[in-house]
């Protein structure tokens, strides 16, 4: 079995589990994007772009675990996600056969600490991980998902794929009128700015720029309606 076959068998393993997401921006759209933006930079920084992309489909399998909790709890000592994207990350890693262990546990640990704000340590796979996962949240379809999950707007993933410019306009008439929402995707937005300075690899600054860049412009949109 080839790579690129053993990349399919995982992409049919965890499909159905994303699918089982009630909240779409976390769900199986994210994350084969995130897989493809993991190709892209690990091509470009001549990384690994097979464990890469393993990393990418495994890395949010705890989401399921975490909604099924509630809403997110970020209290010290939780497991969130991607504490709880290890174990069943593990379980599919075992069905790849030809897998180093020394590979498995740079997977495991790529998934593992992906959600900080910084990766801890110098794994080419966390890395990129880190960065193709913030990629997903900036730029055009990133305010989307942003205005979904951080402010609970009614913007659909579907909507948000087919026609962005038109939802684009959609949330800021809609964060006009609902100030406690527009905050939220305020603070939000926020956050994911300052994303681009903490990118972790050369290529990903290059790739992501106009995203960034767009990012910035649609915040201060967002931020003129409080004016």
Same mark, same amino acid.
């Given at each position: 079995m080839t790579k690129k076959?053993?990349?399919?068998r995982v992409r049919k393993l965890v499909e159905p589990i994303y699918r089982k997401l009630k909240i779409w921006p976390h769900g199986w759209s994210h994350v084969k994007n995130v897989a493809k933006f993991t190709k892209l930079i690990a091509e470009r920084e001549g990384e690994n772009t097979y464990l890469c992309q393993l990393a990418a489909y495994l890395h949010d399998l705890g989401r399921l675990q975490e909604e099924a909790r &509630?809403?997110?709890?970020?209290t010290p000592g939780?497991? &969130?996600?991607?504490?709880?994207?290890?174990?069943?990350a593990k379980e599919i890693l075992d069905k790849v056969k030809g897998l180093q262990e020394k590979d498995k546990k740079a997977i495991i640990e790529a998934i593992h600490y992906h959600s900080l704000k910084e990766f801890p340590t110098r794994n080419p796979i966390g890395l990129i991980l880190q960065d193709a996962d913030k990629w997903d949240g900036i730029g055009r379809f990133g305010a989307a998902r942003l205005a979904a999950f951080n402010a609970e707007m009614p913007i659909t993933g579907s909507e948000a794929r087919s026609d962005p410019d038109k939802v684009l306009e959609k949330i800021l008439k809609f964060a006009s009128n609902n100030k406690n929402q527009r905050d939220k995707l305020i603070t939000a937005m926020r956050f994911v700015v300052e994303w681009y300075d903490l990118l972790n690899t050369k290529s990903a600054k290059e790739l992501l720029k106009k995203d960034w860049e767009f990012s910035k412009k649609y915040l201060q949109k967002l931020e003129e309606l409080n004016r």
């Amino acid at each position: 079995m080839t790579k690129k076959e053993k990349l399919v068998r995982v992409r049919k393993l965890v499909e159905p589990i994303y699918r089982k997401l009630k909240i779409w921006p976390h769900g199986w759209s994210h994350v084969k994007n995130v897989a493809k933006f993991t190709k892209l930079i690990a091509e470009r920084e001549g990384e690994n772009t097979y464990l890469c992309q393993l990393a990418a489909y495994l890395h949010d399998l705890g989401r399921l675990q975490e909604e099924a909790r &509630g809403p997110v709890d970020r209290t010290p000592g939780v497991q &969130g996600h991607a504490e709880l994207s290890t174990e069943p990350a593990k379980e599919i890693l075992d069905k790849v056969k030809g897998l180093q262990e020394k590979d498995k546990k740079a997977i495991i640990e790529a998934i593992h600490y992906h959600s900080l704000k910084e990766f801890p340590t110098r794994n080419p796979i966390g890395l990129i991980l880190q960065d193709a996962d913030k990629w997903d949240g900036i730029g055009r379809f990133g305010a989307a998902r942003l205005a979904a999950f951080n402010a609970e707007m009614p913007i659909t993933g579907s909507e948000a794929r087919s026609d962005p410019d038109k939802v684009l306009e959609k949330i800021l008439k809609f964060a006009s009128n609902n100030k406690n929402q527009r905050d939220k995707l305020i603070t939000a937005m926020r956050f994911v700015v300052e994303w681009y300075d903490l990118l972790n690899t050369k290529s990903a600054k290059e790739l992501l720029k106009k995203d960034w860049e767009f990012s910035k412009k649609y915040l201060q949109k967002l931020e003129e309606l409080n004016r």
